[in-house]
């Protein structure tokens, strides 16, 4: 396959010793790529080397078949455009200006835009809605327009690669997706290719094609979304030891409350999720159950609850669980029921109920 | 928004090109010996006037000098501010003009000890050897400290020992020499001949070709190291000129007129609130134009201020230009904090 940009044996990082080695990255044009890993992984260095700001230790990089190293400085920048975590400086200098410095690659010696270029940084402007600051000072702006007026800067250096940095970090949610979907557009029109780091693993797993995993000393995976994010894996790159992340649904839920639960909820069809999340903030263990493993309740239940009881997606509740279930009801002191109605599939659940009442327990309605 | 930028870059830099045109005039006119304009013109036009002398050999190649080196001195700061990203550097503050001054005045008292007459090329060389052995420091300092005021205390402390060097040396030449050197190594436009001129203009100009062909990857710089090279930039060419070309400059200064305070700092900041702007293109004319109408005031105020006695020149600058500098650190400190 043809790929438009590759990475050959590369290793990567500091004054010679290598931080990151062997990264072997092959992609599309067009395609979306994220790199994901923990803090101080190297993600910043692996891009950093792709720019050429750093110089690589080994390996080839290549950019439709030619090598980034052979390219001049002007070749690589119409190219080749990054936004860094790294701010930029500038004094005296308008939104517009800063967006203009994009065109640096095409203007001539001098540096003086011509009429061709200011319809570019227009239409760049345009494309990320920084139109109405253009006039303030790039020093005055909040961090989340900053990061946005460095895309349209990005923007309109037409790059056919772009390298971002956690460029969606001081964003808020409306223009982290904005901002993603700009890509995605820019992707569709111009054949785009994308390289960043996000932290963001939930929006990872929805915008790249792929995904590479880095942890510190190695790429530990390279792959499509749903290759990478298989149950368990997100825990185990992050080490995470506090809590819990779904590949599955992209969520992540604080660690479970600990010791003997004395709560038993039952719940289904998403009525149940808020009423755990309460419980494990109070701190409170609980059980739950009945729960096909296909509930909405179930993602969230597995992470916080002490146990739950469910059945196979679309399976009915045979008397096997219902017995565990009565038996795990019996030993609480608390039943919250989350459910008014129940449907035909969660008779079960209604029978469970029922029989929690002639136990005489303390019944607390959350519907 | 464009267009009202581009009223205020023309209207800045007629205002600045006036300015240096009212001032050599009044340089020229003003003194002990008042010599009028008509005069002047008359001169000019190959008239034979009364004090032609004065004119022609005494103030002419005096106001062209401080024209000359004023500009080159703010342009020395304004090219010495971009390279450390510092707003308050300058060949005086970072002890560049110090160490050059100490090595002209090395040569000069050899030189003369050994009865060799010192060239205005011998001079600028030597000024830029010492140019280059302080800068070399500074760079070596701006590696391990990365903090803007550490990095004025470590210039100023070269500065200083270059000056104790200087004193030194001054201290024990001959009786003769000591008056010119003591004059020079305090800062002075006053001896100038037209010989110097020459060189300084022919050095200068050539400098300042160089340096406006490089606003571009300037303008690239400013913004960042990493940017500058995503945009395709050779930094560490850029690096290397810009390090020779300010020392050029300062070298050329000191070997002229000594050093001199503080217009290398304070012109670019001045020259930048009046154009709004910190575009290399517009930056580089017009802190020129600046150090010229700032030199020419200064050195007009430190010739007829006190009359007959002068004034050393880096005095006025020092009054003038420290203030400025004082309000920039002030108005950077509020910014920081806002």
Sequence with gaps: MKYYFKTEGLSVGYHKKPIIKDIEIGLEKGEILTLIGPNGAGKSTVLKSIAKQLAIIAGTIYLDEQSVESMSGTELSQNMAVVLTEKLRTEMMTCEDVVATGRYPYTGRFGILSESDHKVVKEAMELVHVTAIKDQDFTRISDGQRQRVMLARAICQEPEIIILDEPTSYLDVKYKLEFLSILQEMRKKKGLTVIMSLHELELAERVSDKILCIDGKCVDRFGKPEEVFEQGYISKLFSIASGSFDEENGSMELEPAKGEAKVFVIAGGGTGRNVYRRLQRQGIPFITGVLPQNDLDYPVARALATDVIATEAFEPITEEHMQEARKKLTSCDKIICCKETFGTLEQANLELLRFAKESVKEIEMNC | MQHSRKIRYIIAFLLLSISVLVFVAMNVCIGTVKI????????????????????????????????????????????????????IAGPFVLGISSGAKM?????????????????????????????????????????????????????????????????????????????????????????????????????????????????????AYQLGESYAQNMGVNIRVLRVALVILSSILSACIVAFAGPISFVGVAVPHLVKSLLGSTKPILMIPACFLGGSVFCLFCDLLARTMFAPTELSISTVTAVFGAPVVLWVMIRRSREKVA
């Design chain 2, 36 to 87: 009028s304009l008509e005069d002047i013109i008359a001169s000019i036009g190959g008239g034979q006037i009364n004090n032609s002398r004065i004119l022609w050999d005494i103030r002419m190649p005096r106001t062209m000098a401080a024209m000359i080196l004023g500009g080159a001195l703010a342009l020395a700061g304004y090219l010495l501010q971009t390279f450390f990203h510092n707003p």
């Design chain 2, 103 to 219: 090595v002209v005045a090395l040569v000069m008292v050899f030189l003369m000890g050994h009865a060799i007459r010192v060239s205005s090329v011998t001079l600028i060389a030597a000024a830029f050897l010492g140019a280059m052995i302080s800068m070399g420091f500074v760079l070596l300092m701006s590696r391990k400290v990365n903090n803007m005021s550490m990095l004025v205390v470590s210039g100023v402390m070269i500065g200083y020992i270059c000056s104790a060097v200087t004193e030194l040396v001054v201290t024990f030449a001959n009786d003769a020499e000591i008056v010119n050197l003591h004059n020079w190594s305090r800062g002075s436009f006053s001896g100038m001949t037209w010989d110097n001129v020459i060189v300084m203009a022919v050095v200068i100009t050539v400098t300042f070709v160089i340096v406006f062909f490089m606003a571009k990857p300037l303008s």
